[in-house]
């Protein structure tokens, strides 16, 4: 098997996903990981993600103002999951994570990666992927005020009670000391 045909298969993969693909972000993360020694199974699963994507190729993001003027009135124009997994990497042990933002019902921001360290329990695994939801909420709700646009109260949907209680308690060190700044 060719390592470059591999590694051009991945590259329009992550390319489709970065920019019109939400929906492949995890497959392409898994299949990202063994870029410097493919096997065939790896190719066999690149195939199957752009048959995927031929087969679905008339679906994409479609932003419809009917439902972003009832959203603005109900106030939640943007919204956001997150979700992660505890160690599912066997050789390393980190876990991965992923969030999507949507404006208007139509997701705008998305990330599927493998965390950059490794964390003690799911509860921090969840935390360390809705702080990087955080992150990239700050930096919409700053675009959105240079345009004149207010935003509170953005609802993150996470379901990892535990995370939600750290998040909603931060000051809880005696079960927390072991999170990373």
């Known amino acids: ?3 470059n045909k591999y590694n051009a298969v991945i590259g329009s993969l992550i390319h489709a996903m970065v920019h019109t693909r939400p ?7 898994i299949l990202s990981r063994h870029l410097a020694d493919p096997q065939p199974c790896h190719f066999a699963g690149a195939c199957y993600c752009l048959c995927y994507l031929r087969a679905a190729r008339d679906r994409g993001l479609l932003y419809r103002s009917e439902e972003m003027k009832q959203q603005q009135l109900c106030n939640v124009l943007v919204t956001a999951a997150v979700d992660s997994s505890f160690a599912d990497c066997d050789e390393t042990a980190r876990s991965t994570s992923g ?47 240079f345009w004149g646009v207010t935003l509170n109260n953005i609802p993150i949907h996470e379901d990892n009670t535990a995370c939600i209680a750290v998040a909603a308690q931060p000051v809880h060190k005696q079960r927390t000391k072991h999170n990373a700044i």
Do not use: H
């Open 1 to 3: 098997m060719n390592a």
């Open 99 to 145: 969030f999507v933002v949507w404006f208007g019902g139509t997701p705008i921001a998305w990330e599927c990666k493998r965390q950059p360290l490794v964390t003690m329990s799911t509860c921090e695994s969840e935390y360390v992927a809705a702080s990087k939801c955080v992150l990239e909420i700050k930096a919409l709700n700053m675009l959105l005020n």
């Open 23 to 29: 929906d492949i972000a995890y497959a392409v993360s």
